[in-house]
């Protein structure tokens, strides 16, 4: 069974430093990875969808990066802001929109 | 162009009784999966329709059950409730079935409270 774990469990930086958050997984026979964010008591957010055989992907300030092979991926958030604060997951596909989650990385963004 | 909606957004039952939730995806996604998320589990995977057939299911008992309309939207169902069914139950969909390129859509979800 795939086993999704994301390093920080929690993150506090002040308003404007760059940051990368950590994702790793144990099966790399994987469709894609897709990155989310998740506000309190909210549903999920897209932010990022990298195929399986791309190595990253880029959508304004963020970046993310997949290395199949060892099952990695990291999120980078350039210049991060206030309302960038929320939890980020990473998922990745395991075939037929089954998507195998991590317990996510809570980010605060101190103004 | 409208995400996906969930309906209803909160509600409480009690153990025993059944549950019906519905989605609608957006416009034009065939793809519809379900997930559950509460605190101690996280996210997990409940089922996925596509064209109005199951084609694949998670690690849930039979108690949790869904089907999908011609019309792409869909429905859970929990049957004799239990506390330990309390969460957000959310729905995702997605323009194609196929795996390798399917980017998911969530909801707000359906926060479920069993008393």
């Known amino acids: 069974k795939q086993e999704v774990t994301q390093i920080p469990a929690a993150l506090s930086v002040p308003e404007g430093e760059n940051l990368v958050l950590n994702c790793s997984f144990t099966d790399s026979a994987i469709y894609n990875l897709q990155w989310f964010r998740q506000d309190p008591g909210k549903g999920l957010t897209s932010l990022l969808l990298?195929?399986?055989?791309?190595r990253e992907q880029t959508s304004g300030r963020l970046n993310a990066s997949l290395d199949k092979s060892s099952g990695r991926s990291t999120l980078y958030i350039a210049a991060s802001q206030p309302g960038d604060s929320a939890t980020y997951l990473c998922?990745?596909?395991?075939?037929?929109?089954?998507?195998?989650f991590g317990t996510g990385t809570r980010l605060t963004v101190i103004p | 162009k409208a995400g996906v909606t969930q309906t209803p957004r909160y509600l409480i039952k009690t153990r025993g009784q059944q549950v019906t939730l519905s989605c609608s995806p957006i416009s034009g996604h065939r793809s519809v999966s379900w997930y559950q998320q509460t605190p101690g589990q996280g996210l997990q995977f409940l089922f996925e329709y596509f064209s109005e057939t199951q084609r694949n299911k998670g690690n849930f008992p039979g108690r949790f059950s869904g089907r999908q309309f011609s019309n792409s939207r869909s429905e859970m169902n929990v049957s004799t409730l239990e506390l330990g069914d309390s969460a957000l139950y959310l729905c995702?969909?997605?323009?194609?079935?196929?795996?390798?390129?399917?980017?998911?859509?969530f909801g707000e979800g359906s926060r479920l409270t069993v008393l």
């Open positions: 990298i195929q399986s055989s791309q």
């Open positions: 998922a990745p596909s395991g075939g037929a929109n089954n998507l195998f």
């Open positions: 995702a969909s997605s323009l194609e079935g196929s795996a390798s390129t399917g980017e998911l859509f």
